[in-house]
């Protein structure tokens, strides 16, 4: 899955974008990778083959993803996805699509989060989970976005209920009998809370408590550059992982 | 205000209570204060008199201790009050009895919180508060807390409020368009976050955000013996000021 | 080894002591375990057989601990050590005289820190430590402690040593050029800071750096009580481990 | 001090540098100030006059910083200087300068740093420190960095040791017998630790503490924009303080 010169040959899908530029200059930098094409709105994507493409690191907006997705595993070549949105029906017809391929051990991963920081933050709470009386999120971003809360607290939340249901532990403790609404949104039975501060960029805390002792995991993405780290290590593991693999937990090697 | 020892007498009323219990023996460990008489429900309150005690600290439940106050200040003496639940209704019966107390300079001193910590927590916030865009509030207590958000959280909430108002602030950005309530209780324009934890005690944390900068002000009270360097505090200085006095930032020579 | 109630028998060794009795209070409140015998200094150890006791728990002083756990195998009985102060030698000689002892599956376990969430910050550090450039740990404690790092934060920072090495990550990246001692104690490489503060207990926080994201990891220990949920765990757990276990992570079903 | 518009006209001297490409950027897009010049090395200073500006931001280096000021002060123009390294020496020199000043009542303003949450927190640790026992300051940089502790942290241990001196306050409680240089660096009887670690930029914590609580108030500066408060502001408060000013928190209105 590289070149003659031992490099993974990485196209990029998206790339003026602002993520599609920092996977330019990520690939560009990395002594294991080098860039291949750099595709945008408007540029044919069956330019993209295993003839000068090892990997496709694709980056763009809901409404076409799917579409270039599906190009792209017609054109024999193996896909990283950065672009959100992803509901379960799309998900079936990438699976659909990777089962007729040209190559039979073709791979696509798509994560929802690429910063390491946030998938370990997430892992370790599903981890901890079970060994505390009670468990809260509270996530903070820039005070531009729109949804509350985060995609990725929403799913910490859940990934922390699994694991106290799986050990057998009852709701958390709350003897709150009057709140205005400062208790925050429950999520599968977990309390999630979502600040917004101009100068933060994206940022989760979950909040482990027993009798006499926090437990506290926290990640801080700064900036886009958090997330390239991300995607070189789903650059270089997707060849390995026929199919479709969701989540970037699935290649860090815990 | 004190006696031959030059030591401040003080009684304590409540003194069984958890927090009298607490004030019994920080006052008898300071140097500069001795134990007078200690009172509970079912004591003669007018068994206190400027002939043993210069002080006294009332730390009761609210449905009796407008009337111990009231008792109080027709003995003559001075008092710092530690029980909550005061309404503007209580708080003038106690500036009338004040007003036909025995002595001219009789004091009596109420405080919502007598941790330093909180109240400076409170204090940084007001001055902070006109230098940032965004601002919010989240407080942590342990769960068999019945109310949320906290007291304390509320009044910090009003203290950045008025603080932004006085500025010319407008209300803090927010684009928030979908959200199932984990933005939180908007208290006064700022919004406030209660998280409940089995582990913590009392901390509240104000967050100020700018443009790549933020600003955090954590108090933490780990337990109840962070109130007695305030009422020891409240002790010291009550008898320098006449009538009412409430919220411990007065004594706080800031 | 449960009686017939299905409960475990716990005998304590060091019941007087500080921790001692936090284990006689937790060991009657739980709903699995019953308090058999409660020694001290003085108190025949012969006293404890596997009549009256399933699982012993030893909280006393280095200087006589490793005599009261030699005594406790040859009496046929599992032992739950906190303890702490335990050299190679010492180990060593727990060892030879489990090899000899009355039952074939006797079992000791030994553990430096009984605090889950310690427990887990370590874990947690020794698992992303290979995911980031830099790492550092902070601990924090009371300013009556003698030493300075805690063992806990010493072993931290070999457990994120380890799993830098094994990864075969270089040295943390470092451009200092002048300092009079602000950059800490480099233990196997990692720089360790230690802060004392009155009315902290014990705490420590891991913090990993990449470009653009940080991880951090704390653990709050508020009292001692935080320890009991450990030494709970590991009443239940050792009389299935035969021979000598160090460390509560080994307990946790991770 | 404003053109007819109502402007400040602010010329920038090192405009093409980090800072002084973000302070152009500022002063274009903030409502009451204007681009005037823009100045780099190999530019003639006194193009600079009263006739094109009222205000001049200088960030260039240490080795040419004082010249440039000198030079700047007989155009007769006020300054604001965002440059450091500024020694009692240098600082007499820029005081003579302004004593002979075209005009009487000439400004220049020096800050070691423009972030207003650092200069708060800086000024919040002088407010508190005195009702404390305990202090200790943990700053955070960028493992570029080639000093530690920084030079905002020396002077906050210092703010902290003179407000502890000032209210009689003898050295913070510390047990410590063995210690490795985990305990940091002692400034002015303070300790002071440094962290450096990829990802971050520059961030203080003061951690103040009591018998059952704490205060920290934390300074999070993020990026380079996270000056531009505190420069803007200073462009538009040097003009009202004649002679040299030192400090943000001079314009503070606390």
Same mark, same amino acid.
Do not use: E, L, N
């Given at each position: 899955m590289a070149n003659e010169t031992g490099r993974i040959r990485v196209s990029v899908v998206g790339a003026k974008g602002r993520m599609g530029a920092n996977v330019v200059k990520a690939v560009t930098d990395a002594a294991d990778t080098e860039l291949a094409l750099t595709l945008d709105a408007g540029n044919d994507l069956t330019e993209i083959s295993p003839d000068n493409t090892d990997v496709v690191v694709e980056f763009t907006v809901p409404s076409v993803s799917l579409s270039n997705v599906l190009t792209l595993i017609s054109q024999g070549v193996d896909v990283v996805v950065g672009t959100t949105g992803w509901t379960d029906d799309k998900l079936d017809q990438v699976r659909a699509a990777l089962a007729n391929?040209? &190559?039979?051990?073709q791979a696509v991963f798509i994560a929802p989060n690429f910063a390491i920081s946030a998938v370990l933050a997430d892992y370790f709470a599903g981890l901890a989970a079970?060994?505390?009386e009670s468990a809260e999120v509270v996530e903070l971003h820039h005070p531009n976005k729109v949804d509350a809360p985060s995609g990725t607290a929403i799913h910490t939340a859940h990934t922390i209920a699994d694991a106290r249901r799986a050990a057998g532990l009852g709701p958390v403790p709350d003897a709150t009998e009057?709140? /205005? /609404?400062? &208790?925050g949104q429950v999520v599968d039975g977990i309390h999630v809370h979502a600040v917004r501060l101009r100068g933060l960029n994206a940022h989760e805390e979950v909040l482990l408590g027993n009798p006499g002792e926090q437990l506290s995991i926290r990640s801080d993405c700064f900036d886009r550059g958090s997330f390239m780290p991300g995607v070189l290590l789903a650059v270089r593991k997707v060849s390995g992982h026929a199919g479709l693999t969701i989540g970037l937990d699935t290649f860090l090697d815990l």
């Open positions: 391929a040209p &190559r039979a051990d079970k060994y505390f009057t709140d /205005g /609404g400062s &208790r």
